[in-house]
């Protein structure tokens, strides 16, 4: 059993992985906020992480804590939470005696550069959340080397899953046409529609972290299936398992300086070196969710 600390454990990602961590017997310490979603843990931190250096050691830190409102324009709170805050708790960790740092980057750093999208090709980030996440990527090498510590980036593509509720306007665009679509009827994206994805369920995504623990380089990875599928076959999807007649208008898209309209990861190198294999295809995944959508309470 080991001591793992999981930031940003009450968001999406975050409180999935605490939770799986936490069923294979792992003592979790997490941060987050009580106001997000619960999580299984041992010890719970407020999202500054204030007090864990009274729990005095540990073993391995997975930070998924996060600025990842992707259309926020004040470049100074973005890297003073995705770049400073991360080092310093990568600093704080390793003075506990952290074994690896295993953090989450995201595919937003390859920018509008054309798919596949592999880890040893270039990054153009196009907005300021993505140039946040490839400092981060910067920071972290840098870190690493300085205290030789193992230092793993995920290049999370597009996560999807339930558990998303409270993100709102930043949920994955699968969960908002899946709400719309049970909740009015009628779905609403960019034209044409034909604009790919690599959609990713977070149960993968989750395996994929885990897996990390036993890789012990510092290294970069992309977390996604491999496949890009288009928003009008996700639609198509939806309108399969909904069981209602489904409307969908398409609206012009007031974001095409930095919108990615073609995303696919290149996963040779995680399915290499860490057996990672993606489990939940995209229509499974969609009709899942739908189908936990449908019954839940609230969405």
Sequence with gaps: MARILVTGASGFIGSALANKLHDLGHEIIVSGS???????HDYFLPPNCAGLSKLKTLDYCFHQAAHNDTTDTDEKYMYSINCDFSLEVFNQVANMG????????????YGLLPPPHREDGETCPANIYS???NKLENVANKFSEDKKIPVIGLRYFNVYGIGEQHKQKRASMIYKLCKQAIQHGKVSIFKSGEQTRDWVAVED??????????????DIFNAGTGVGTSINDVISTIKENLGEPLEVEY????FTLFFQNHTKAHIGKAQELLNYKPKVDIKTGVK??????KKASSL
């Design 288 to 293: 899942n969710l739908l189908e936990k959508m």
């Design 98 to 109: 952290c074994k690896k740092i295993i953090y989450a980057s995201s595919a937003s750093v």
């Design 34 to 40: 009580r106001s997000e979603r619960k999580c299984k």
């Design 205 to 218: 995504i989750v395996d994929l972290n885990i897996a990390c623990l036993e890789y012990d380089k510092s």
């Design 251 to 254: 609206l012009d898209n007031p």
């Design 131 to 133: 140039q946040s996440k």
